[in-house]
């Protein structure tokens, strides 16, 4: 059974960093696609960043620059550096992934976490 799960979230000001984790299984596959997405209260889930088993990225235009998706292959672990948090970014964080040659423009991840809070106080 695949695992995701989500960690690090919590209340912080604007202007602020938080750092989440995602510990997953699909770590111990040769090829594999993990991601990033945020669902604030009201909208849509809104996807964030991808990496792939080689370490390619590829971010949403609305997080560039403030917003770093990194892996720890070796530990199962799947980070966000988060920076200049914004009120706008207080939403529930979820990790995904999937078992992918590439992640491309691929957003149907099979496998999900439970989330973590994300609120950004002004």
């Known amino acids: 059974e695949v695992q995701v799960v989500e960690s690090g979230g919590g209340s912080v000001q604007a202007g602020g960093s938080l750092r989440l984790s995602c510990a997953s299984s699909?770590?111990?596959?040769?090829?594999?696609?993990m991601a990033w997405y945020r669902q604030a209260p009201g909208q849509e889930r809104e996807w964030l960043t991808s990496i792939h088993t080689d370490g390619t990225t590829t971010n949403a235009q609305s997080v560039k620059g403030r917003f770093t998706t990194s892996q720890a292959a070796g530990e199962g672990t799947l980070f966000l550096q988060m920076d200049s948090l914004e009120p706008e970014d207080t939403a529930i964080y979820y990790c995904?992934?999937?078992?992918?040659?590439?992640?491309?423009?691929?957003?149907?991840?099979?496998?999900w976490g439970r989330g973590t809070q994300v609120t950004v106080s002004s």
């Open positions: 699909l770590f111990t596959y040769q090829r594999y696609c």
């Open positions: 995904a992934g999937d078992i992918w040659d590439a992640c491309g423009s691929r957003r149907d991840f099979g496998y």
